[in-house]
C-alpha cells in the first residue's frame, strides 16, 4: 500500500482526536503496580502482572481486536487475517518503584504534556501505542497481507520468561520489533549474563547486608548491620562523607548509604551503594572475620564496571565495552549473595567468557548460582526489514538517522528477526533535570505524549511498509 498525503492527514486526525483517551489508557495501566515476581498458581508473575494484562486485553477488545492471552505469561491484540506475521512488542511489568519520588509512582499525573509515573517510558506507553497502531489500521480500513499483533509481555524485566512461552506455544513472526528504546533502530544487542554469587558461611561480626531492588538496577540503597562497633568508630569513618547516616539499637549499628540508580546498561551514570559501604567498612576496619574476606570479594567485583575485577574486560567494534553491577545483595543463612547482571559484546568469546568469571568467582570460595546467559542479538543492516525501517527514519525523523548498538536487553533478543524501533525520539524536551529522576528505572520517570503519538504514526508507516517487504 502506498502512504500517500491524504492517508498521513487521516492518521494525523485520527491520532489528534484520541490524544486524551490515549492519556486516559495509560494512566490506567501505569496506576497498576506490575512488578513481576514468580508466583505459583495461575498468575504466573503475580496479580499485579495479571491485573495489568487483563485490563490491556479488555481495552484492545473494546477497541474491536481480536486478543488472546498466553496463560498470564503475556497476551496479545491482533488485525487481519494474514498467515504470516508481523509484531510489534511491549512489555507491560515494570522495575520497582525505588526510593526518592517526588511523585507517587502509581498514581499517574499529567504535568506540562508530560505524564509521570512508573512505567510511563518503559514500557506502558509502547504498549498502548501498539494498540493504538492496530486501531489505526482498523478504523481507517487499512488492509494488509500480513497478520498485525500487539504483544503485551508481563515478564521482561526479569528474564523474558514471557516471550519463551509465547515462541513455545505460537509461531514466530516474520519480523518483529520492540519500541522499548529509541529510534531511528538498534540492531545489535550486547549479550546479558545474571548470576548469583554466593559465599560461603560466615562468621564475625556481620548481622545483615541488604541492598538493590532488581537485578538490572545499579542500587541507590544499602545498609549493613554490625555488631560491636561503638558509635564513634562509626562516626568518625562517615564524618565528611556524603550519603551516609547510620541507627544505633542495642549492641549493633546499621550504616545506610545512599546511591544514585541508573539501568544496568549504562552503570557509568549511577553510584552503587553496595560498593559504597563495603569501602565505608573495609577501609576503616568495622568488620572482621569471613564475612570481612567476603566483603572485600565484593568490593573488589564493584571496584570497577567494565568487567576487569571478573577478568572479562572485552570490547569490540560493534557494541564497544562490556559493563556489569551488582544490583542486589542479601544475607540469608548467614551467607552473603550479590547478583550480578552483566552486558557483554557482541563478539565475546562464550566460552571464554564463562570460564573466566567462574575461575575468579570460584578463587574466592564463592559458588555461582542461577547463571543465565542471553546470547546477543544481531541482524545485518542490508536486511529488506532494517533498509525498510532505516528509510522510513530518513524520510520522516532525520535524514542523517544511522542505526545504532545497545547495552540494553530487549524482545528482540528473543525473536529469529527482529530490533528495537522506538519509541523514543531525538531532540524530545525534558520536563525537568533532576539528576537520578525522570529517566526509565529510576524515580519519576515520565514520558512525553507528543512524543509517543509522533512515534505512533510512524509505527502505523512502518507496518505498511514492512507488509510489502519479502521475507
Avoid at 567494534?317 to 547482571?341: C, F, Q
Wanted: glycine share 8%.
Amino acid at each position: 500500500m502506498e502512504i500517500t498525503k491524504e492517508l498521513l492527514e487521516q492518521v494525523d486526525k485520527w491520532i489528534d482526536s484520541h490524544k486524551d483517551e490515549f492519556v486516559d489508557d495509560l494512566k490506567t495501566l501505569v496506576d497498576i503496580k506490575s512488578v513481576a515476581e514468580d508466583t505459583p498458581g495461575e498468575h504466573p508473575f503475580g496479580e499485579g502482572c495479571a491485573k495489568v494484562l487483563d485490563k490491556a486485553l479488555e481495552m484492545s477488545e473494546k477497541y474491536g481486536l481480536a486478543t488472546k492471552n498466553y496463560d498470564y505469561y503475556c497476551g496479545r491484540a491482533e488485525y487481519g487475517d494474514g498467515e504470516d506475521e508481523i509484531g510489534i512488542f511491549a512489555h507491560l511489568d515494570v522495575v520497582p518503584e525505588g526510593n526518592d519520588w517526588i511523585y507517587e509512582p502509581y498514581n499517574a499525573i499529567m504535568k506540562d504534556g508530560f505524564m509521570i509515573g512508573r512505567g510511563t517510558a518503559d514500557n506502558k506507553s509502547s504498549a498502548i501505542a501498539e494498540m493504538y497502531t492496530l486501531r489505526i489500521l482498523k478504523d481507517l480500513g487499512i488492509k494488509t497481507k500480513h497478520k498485525m499483533f500487539a504483544f503485551y509481555g508481563c515478564n521482561e524485566e526479569v528474564g523474558m520468561k514471557d516471550m519463551e512461552y509465547y515462541l513455545a506455544n505460537e509461531k514466530a513472526p516474520v519480523f518483529g520489533f520492540t519500541p522499548d528504546a529509541g529510534f531511528p533502530l538498534c540492531y545489535a544487542e550486547k549479550g546479558i549474563i545474571t548470576a548469583d554469587f554466593v559465599s560461603y558461611e560466615l562468621d564475625g561480626n556481620l548481622v545483615d547486608f541488604t541492598g538493590g531492588h532488581a537485578s538490572n538496577m545499579v542500587p541507590d540503597y544499602a545498609h549493613i548491620t554490625l555488631s560491636g562497633v561503638s558509635e564513634e568508630a562509626v562516626k568518625a569513618a562517615i564524618a565528611d562523607k556524603e550519603g551516609y547516616t547510620y541507627t544505633v539499637d542495642g549492641g549493633n549499628v546499621t550504616i545506610n548509604a545512599k546511591g544514585v540508580s541508573s539501568h544496568a546498561a549504562n552503570p557509568d551514570s549511577g553510584v552503587n551503594a553496595i560498593n559504597m559501604l563495603c569501602r565505608l567498612v573495609l577501609d576503616n576496619n568495622l568488620i572482621n572475620g569471613k564475612a570481612k574476606d567476603a566483603v572485600a570479594f565484593v568490593a573488589h567485583v564493584l571496584s570497577d564496571c567494565h568487567g576487569a575485577a571478573l577478568n572479562v574486560p572485552f570490547e569490540d567494534d560493534v557494541t564497544g565495552l562490556i559493563t556489569h553491577v551488582g544490583g542486589v545483595i542479601r544475607l540469608n543463612d548467614n551467607k552473603l549473595t550479590l547478583n550480578i547482571n552483566m552486558r557483554y559484546p557482541v563478539k565475546a568469546e562464550q566460552e571464554t567468557l564463562e570460564k573466566n568469571i567462574f575461575d575468579v568467582v570460584e578463587k574466592a570460595g564463592f559458588t555461582i548460582c542461577d547463571f543465565d546467559n542471553s546470547k546477543p542479538q544481531y541482524v545485518p543492516l542490508d536486511h529488506p526489514a532494517i533498509t525498510t525501517l532505516m528509510d522510513i527514519c530518513k524520510e520522516y525523523i532525520d535524514p542523517n538517522s544511522e542505526p545504532y548498538t545497545m547495552g540494553g536487553g530487549t524482545y528482540a533478543r528473543k525473536l529469529p528477526i527482529g530490533v528495537a524501533f522506538g519509541a523514543g525520539l531525538p531532540n524530545t524536551p525534558k520536563l525537568f533535570d533532576i539528576p537520578g529522576h525522570g529517566s526509565a528505572h529510576a524515580p519519576d520517570e515520565y514520558i512525553n505524549i507528543d512524543m509517543v503519538l509522533r512515534a505512533m504514526k510512524i509505527f502505523v508507516i512502518a507496518l505498511i511498509r514492512l507488509d510489502g517487504v519479502e521475507f
